[in-house]
């Protein structure tokens, strides 16, 4: 079976979702709708919806991809679903272990034990500065620290044991043999413990990690449950996949129980035809000079003068760009395998950057998912619908039931938390 998630972005991951007049832009403050969103994955029996955080506001004309706050607003959630897991991205570099445990456990508790954490480090002196910081520490510090803080955080969940509570009215709540402090002395914190919240439903909430650095997969190697993904076509995904598994392995833990999710952005339509047409609307959208400015940051290329409806330039191979390779690779990879326009690249970058992307009918979007899951490059995806709600109405009502006819989905919950979705 695979694994589906849906990523909850603002009005959709296209950067120009929320110009388009289905979107619900002026609703991105209400909760509502993020409920009718879960309420949309959980009728698809997806594992989990997802929400990332940002700490700082970054272009206040492009529209609020930063709204409220992730916790908050799972822990409404949890209340108008009954299954779907509720996952959110927590910093470890601006929060602290106590602050997070007492949270994440709450959440657990509040939802019948289907919280789960994906593990980050924040990478913006931007959002440094929004917490007192002059800047961003060094990647190396940043990594040290957050290992420490997910070996506090679990043992904050395991300060309580699961039978900890007596509930005997007539003297003791819980046994105090069972709920102990931790005494953790460590280079960037010192936590006594007990944590407040007992033992959550599911033990502890589950762990994901979105690693690509070779620090950032190893963190993931050591700790996460699932991981998310970043590779746009089956050769990348699988050298990825081949990669942390190996590292899961070699870290003394069963790699075949910890599901790797790349991102996956569809265009979903009745032909191919119509596929490309919801794409093209809403690259239409996109402010052009912008994006062929930061096109041109990519590719170190002035592309000011490219025309927007012609092939797109040819451009230096990789071994000849001096510039930062991770975005150019994926630029190369984009033109070999769509041949695009120049709008086209532009709407592809501008919708998940260089997670996959499939576009095409609900058949042929399953037939790519089940190559991707049958070639070792994936054991589900993390879904990014370029526009919300529309494109999870989509998947859910037009893909989904293809899986689930050939066997790779299910058609009911199993489980009642997200840890036992993912098993």
């Known amino acids: 079976m695979l694994h589906l998630n849906a990523f909850l972005f603002g009005c959709g991951h296209h950067s120009a979702a929320w110009r388009h007049p289905n979107s619900r832009v002026e609703d991105l403050g209400d909760i509502r709708y993020y409920e009718d969103l ?20 970054r272009d206040p004309a492009g529209a609020g991809t930063w709204f409220l706050e992730p916790i908050t607003a799972l822990t409404a959630m949890a209340r108008a679903t009954t299954h779907i897991g509720l996952v959110t991205t927590v910093s470890t570099t601006f929060y602290t272990p106590f602050h997070a445990a007492r949270l994440l456990s709450s959440l657990d508790h509040i939802s019948g034990g289907r919280a789960g954490w994906n593990v980050v480090t924040s990478m913006f002196d931007a959002e440094a500065r929004n917490h007192g910081y002059g800047e961003i520490p060094p990647r190396a510090e ?20 699961a039978d900890a509570l007596d509930l005997d009215r007539d003297g003791r709540y819980a046994d105090p043999a069972k709920v102990r402090s931790i005494d953790h002395v460590g280079k960037y914190f010192s936590v006594d413990g007990p944590l407040t919240v007992p033992r959550s439903p599911q033990g502890r909430p589950v762990l994901f990690q979105a690693g690509a650095s070779g620090q950032g997969r190893d963190l993931a190697a050591r700790y996460a449950e699932a991981i998310y993904a970043v590779a746009y076509d089956i050769d990348s995904g699988a050298a990825y996949y081949r990669d942390v598994k190996t590292r899961i392995d070699a870290a003394g833990r069963n790699s075949s129980s910890v ?23 809403l690259d239409a959208l996109l402010p052009v000079e912008q994006s062929l400015r930061q096109l041109g940051m990519f590719v170190e290329q002035d592309c000011s003068g490219w025309e927007l409806d012609a092939p797109v330039p040819s451009l230096p191979p990789i071994e000849e760009f001096t510039g930062p390779h991770g975005r150019y690779e994926t630029i190369l990879r984009i033109i070999a395998q769509d041949s695009p326009t120049v709008r086209e690249l532009l709407g592809t970058l501008a919708a998940g950057g260089g997670h996959a992307t499939m576009i095409g009918t609900p058949e042929s979007i399953a037939d790519e998912i089940q190559a991707w899951i049958s070639g070792g ?8 619908p370029p526009l919300y709600p529309e494109g999870l109405d989509d998947f859910v009502d037009q893909v989904i039931p293809i899986l689930q006819s050939r066997g790779l989905f299910r058609r009911e919950y199993e489980s009642t938390t997200l840890r036992g979705h993912l098993a």
């Open 38 to 57: 879960a309420r949309t994955a959980e009728r698809g029996k997806l594992d989990a919806v997802f929400f990332a955080d940002g700490h700082s506001v």
């Open 142 to 161: 940043r990594y040290a620290r957050a290992e420490e803080f997910v070996e506090v955080a679990l043992s904050l969940w395991d300060s309580w044991d």
């Open 259 to 281: 599901g790797i999710m790349p991102g996956l952005v569809t265009y979903v339509g009745s032909t191919m035809a119509e596929a490309r047409a919801k794409k093209s609307e």
């Open 377 to 384: 490059a994936a054991d589900g995806f993390n879904l990014m």
